[in-house]
């Protein structure tokens, strides 16, 4: 019976399990199969090993932090402002919402971490083909999944043969090419650096005599058999994980860093903006009360506000919560191995080396937490009776595995849903979600449907 708890994942329902797999204090480690398949297993995001990971974290987490996101608040609201131009530049048709939001936070995560312009929002109807390529990459990473020796050859084998065997992988490869091309750029010039006009991730992670850098050749895992194929566990029997010397460890850990940074800034972020103002746009009373809300604290437009008076408004704050519960993060169970010794999950004793996940949509879809689940009602977040519900919030996860751009999405959050409804009276396109209902927006957008509405500066 262990043994068959082993080569199966089970899938948590209660809420109460979140925070067992997820919280503060758990170790267990993310699984193999699942993360590689996103072909970036040198990011925080995707390494399975747990204190590599907290190591690696630490050592980006200054760049992420509050106290960081507030030195950089400007290159946020440069780009918003932006946006706001660019919509505005739609007089005759509609403008597409949901490639617009996409731009922007691709725009915001590309200038904020790199120093430099992808130029997405410039881009004819906000259609750039980073935003083409991070949707043709979403499909393959199920057949990577499932089918890992596929990933292993397009991957490995020269960019024109692999374009030819699978069409939908020449994003992936055209996106890693771009940033392994800008990454030796800058490893072969650093002073190229001081032209950024701000402090990147660069400057954090391409000097070979950085202490947080510099790893020995060989980093134990824990101690351990978490799986059934432990030897091909990180911290799993017979298993050591080999790291490369420091300089070609920038490269390859910026790289996939970089890639990954890239494709969930822009994605996530971009999505609740377009849920939030799918709802916003839908219900009088939410955009009546909304609007109301801003032009108190904000009676000039033409007057800037900034993020922290912003996240003290208590309308607006329930607004972005019940957006991002509505349109979830990543919707898919996100899989960790239990080990090295049993654990507890709901009271019950769980085999080291089972797997055990449960998705965002299983907790935020609870009528139980959230009565009237598929209905938008930014109003159950609001007073300190309904403060308890943040622990039920899990767009970016909990624990010490959460998203590490948090700071600077709830930024993003605040600063685009604030100036586009203060500053613009957007009026939806019915001929482009006339086949859109509220139940379609509860989970997350589908790439190829289009949200479109009319722009016009708005008068007061």
């Not at 005759?92 to 915001?108: K, Q, T, W």
């Not at 709901?346 to 907790?363: C, D, E, K, Q, R």
Request: net charge negative.
């Amino acid at each position: 019976m262990l043994d068959l708890l082993k080569t199966l994942q089970l899938h948590f329902s209660d809420p109460r399990a979140y925070a067992d797999i997820y919280g503060i204090g758990t170790r267990f480690i993310k699984q193999p199969r699942m993360y590689s398949c996103f072909a970036t297993d040198k990011s925080v995001f995707a390494m399975h090993d747990h204190q590599l990971a907290m190591q690696r974290r630490a050592a980006i987490g200054p760049f992420f932090s509050r106290r960081a996101i507030l030195n950089l608040e400007n290159v946020v609201q440069a780009k918003v402002d932006h946006l706001i131009a660019q919509l505005l530049a739609y007089t005759s048709a509609s403008a597409n919402l949901d490639l617009a939001f996409r731009s922007l936070s691709l725009e915001i995560i590309t200038t904020y971490c790199f120093a430099r312009s992808s130029h997405a929002l410039d881009a004819p109807n906000f259609q750039h083909a980073i935003l083409a390529a991070i949707d043709h990459t979403l499909p393959m990473i199920w057949i990577f999944k499932h089918f890992p020796l596929i990933q292993k050859v397009l991957l490995n084998v020269p960019e024109c043969f692999a374009s030819v065997l699978k069409p939908s992988t020449k994003g992936i490869l055209e996106q890693r090419k771009m940033m392994g091309d800008q990454i030796d750029e800058i490893m072969k010039d650093p002073a190229s650096l001081c032209g950024g006009g701000h402090e990147t991730i660069y400057h954090h992670f391409l000097n070979p005599s950085d202490e947080e850098f510099c790893m020995a050749s060989e980093v134990p895992g824990p101690k351990g058999t978490y799986g059934p194929n432990a030897s091909d566990v990180p911290g799993g029997k017979g298993h050591t994980e080999k790291t490369e010397g420091p300089a070609q460890l920038s490269r390859d850990y910026l790289l996939d860093e970089g890639l990954y940074m890239r494709f969930a800034g822009s994605d996530t972020v971009g999505n609740a903006c377009t849920v939030a103002l799918y709802h916003i746009l839908d219900d009088p009373h939410v955009q009546k009360t909304l609007l109301q809300e801003l032009m108190e604290v904000w009676p000039d437009k033409g007057l800037g506000v900034g993020y922290e008076k912003l996240e003290k408004l208590p309308y607006l704050t329930a607004v972005i919560k019940e957006s991002l519960r509505m349109g979830h993060g990543v919707v898919s169970p996100l899989p960790r191995i239990i080990g090295p010794t049993d654990a507890e999950i709901l009271g019950v004793t769980i085999p080291g080396g089972t797997v055990v996940s449960m998705g965002a949509p299983i907790l935020h879809a609870n009528p139980d937490i959230f009565p009237d689940p598929i209905s938008f009602v930014p109003e159950r977040w609001m007073g300190e009776e309904n403060q308890s519900l943040d622990k039920y919030l899990v767009a970016f996860s909990k624990g010490p595995r959460s998203c590490l751009g948090i700071n600077l999405a709830w930024c993003e959050l605040y600063l685009i849903i604030a100036n586009v409804v203060r500053k613009l009276e957007l009026k939806p396109d019915n001929a482009t979600i006339e086949n859109i209902s509220f139940r379609d927006y509860f989970v997350p957008v589908h790439r190829g449907r289009h949200f479109h509405a009319f722009v016009q500066p708005r008068d007061l």
